[in-house]
């Protein structure tokens, strides 16, 4: 399939600005629009974007991305006045690499194929790091065709990049993935209070578990911060916390029990409620111990 030469970047947060920094170093011409538009205009002036006025304007380009917290935010992107929806028309594609309900990502897909424009949820893992250096995992519901023509711009964003199933596989296999995170990373802030306690040697303490099987991803990434309690947002708690609510919603939906989730649901809504919600999700060790 012919490769897209230009494409539209709806959203330039945290994970947004530097994924669409990457699509303009892989030769994209990257159409911009932010809510808070100096964002987009810092885009252009660093790796040459073409800044737009509204979605509509962006999503001209033929393929829309949108990259913003939840399902409204993606709605009024899609949607609005002078949403994205209008500006694609007929054959265009809107990608959502946002991180919503599956339930969502379907409905989204129903109104906008009414307007005969394609749809895949793509969310994405691996936080800020490596959305800066494009190794990012992407995760895509949808059509199989539809993926292989959305392909070359993933892969400029992302090092491992797949197919995940139809409609609403990739939000839900992204849910699954935080949730897990979010659960691992509560029981390292666990071990890590009661070592505090127990007077341990923190560092030592983190070397043997991740030599043993308790080693983790999360461990690698969060133990420092917790042991040191600085949580600069790599990815924000509040966020994550919206995650496990969803998956918990479409688990109870689909008749499962997550009770271990649940209990972490509340330790990162202690954390929401204390104040941590622009912090890191490793704060959630403000909750334990």
């Given amino acids: 399939m012919e490769r897209p030469d230009k494409v539209a970047f709806l959203g330039l947060g945290i994970m947004g600005s530097r994924m669409a920094a990457n699509l303009c170093r892989a030769g994209f011409e990257v159409h911009a629009w ?3 538009r100096a964002r987009a205009e810092e885009l252009a002036a660093e790796h040459g974007a073409v800044v737009a006025d509204t979605p509509a304007e962006a999503a001209a380009a033929g393929i829309a991305i949108t990259m913003v917290v939840d399902s409204p935010e993606v709605e009024e992107v899609l949607f609005g006045p002078d949403g994205a929806a209008e500006g694609l028309g007929e ?10 309900a599956p339930s969502a990502s379907r409905a989204i897909a129903d109104r906008l194929g009414e307007r005969r424009i394609a749809f895949l949820d793509a969310p994405v893992t691996g936080s800020k790091p490596k959305a800066e250096d494009a190794t990012l995992t992407i995760m895509a519901g949808g059509d199989a065709a539809e993926f292989e023509r959305a392909k070359p711009l993933f892969e400029a964003m992302g090092k491992l990049v797949l197919h995940v199933g139809p409609q609403g ?9 935080n949730t897990v995170a ?3 990373t509560a029981a390292v802030a666990e071990g890590i209070a009661v070592g505090r306690s127990a007077g341990l040697d923190l560092d030592k303490l983190v070397e043997v578990i991740g ?14 911060p917790i042991i040191e309690r600085e949580y600069e947002a790599l990815f924000k708690l509040g966020h994550m ?7 918990l919603t479409e688990a109870e939906a689909l008749g499962v029990d997550m009770s271990v989730a ?27 111990g």
């Fill in 91 to 100: 054959g265009g594609l809107a990608i959502d690499m946002s991180t919503i």
């Fill in 169 to 177: 596989h990739g939000s839900m296999v992204k849910l699954i993935n």
């Fill in 34 to 36: 932010n809510r808070t």
């Fill in 211 to 224: 030599a043993g099987s308790g080693a983790s991803a999360m461990l690698d990434l969060k133990a420092g």
């Fill in 241 to 247: 916390l919206k995650d496990v609510r969803h998956c």
């Fill in 182 to 184: 979010a659960v691992n």
């Fill in 262 to 288: 649940a209990a972490a649901e509340r330790l990162y809504a202690e954390a929401d409620d204390a104040g941590h919600y622009d912090d890191d999700f490793a704060a959630v060790a403000e909750q334990v």
